[in-house]
């Protein structure tokens, strides 16, 4: 079972997935040093999006690591990372206002973030109950098992799924609010247009990898 041809249908994924993440690095390092020619740090940007867009609930607040910026719609508090949170850099205004755009999703009742979130407990147990549950239908050749994992894979897939209109709709936002407030002239930008596109792409190759890989499932189910 584990040296059968359908590794093949996840290598693609895998592949895309390792260079979406290098890609992601690379275009933000490149970024991280090209400075707004206005000067504002990157919280600032977004706490005067919120503030301009009607959003005066948010909390900003520094995290650790990199890349870990996220808006969490359940306390309302917008993480910055701690490259981001008190850099002007182009990546960092990018990542910010970004994250702010979820905030305005929220604060809009934005459906696709909405479903997203209740999505979210279901999706963490079926996610990690779905390879168990799958495996132990293998090896007992129980085809309902079998099916009750390849259901609770699917929620991940779905998830994955509406998580791309989320993260695009993010950037849009951001990008339109960017230019259109000021923020960062038209070259600029460009910048932190490239740093929001290979961050999407991350979120491409997830889905893309959750779909090979719920493929990959009905395929070895099928075979039985
Ligand atoms: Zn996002």
């Not at 996840?10 to 490149?30: C, D, E, F, M, R």
């Not at 259901?151 to 998580?163: E, G, N, Q, Y």
Request: with cysteine; charged share 15%.
């Amino acid at each position: 079972m584990y040296f059968d041809w359908t590794w093949f249908l996840i290598i693609p994924a895998l592949l895309l997935g390792l260079w979406a993440q290098s890609h992601v690095k690379s275009t933000y390092n490149k970024y991280a040093t090209v400075f707004s020619s206005r000067g504002a740090q990157a919280q600032d940007v977004a706490a005067d999006i919120l503030r301009t867009e009607g959003c005066q609930d948010v909390r900003i607040q520094p995290i650790g690591g990199d890349l870990t910026d996220n808006y969490d719609p359940s306390t309302k508090i917008l993480n910055l990372s701690q490259t981001v949170y008190g850099s002007s850099s182009l990546a960092a205004i990018g990542v910010a206002a970004h994250e702010a755009g979820h905030a305005l999703q929220h604060n809009h009742g934005y459906a696709p973030l909405a479903l997203r979130s209740v999505m979210v407990p279901a999706v963490r147990i079926g996610s990690a109950m779905a390879w168990p549950i799958f495996i132990l239908g293998l090896l007992v050749s129980f085809r309902p098992l079998m099916d009750i994992g390849i259901i609770a894979f699917s929620l991940a897939v779905l998830f994955s799924l509406v998580t791309l209109p989320v993260e695009f709709n993010a950037s849009r936002r951001a990008l339109r609010i960017l230019a259109d407030g000021h923020y960062l002239n038209e070259e600029e930008v460009l910048g932190a247009r490239s740093v929001l596109r290979a961050a999407a792409l991350t979120y491409v190759a997830a889905a893309l990898s959750s779909i090979l890989q719920l493929v990959r499932l009905l395929v070895l189910r099928n075979r039985r």
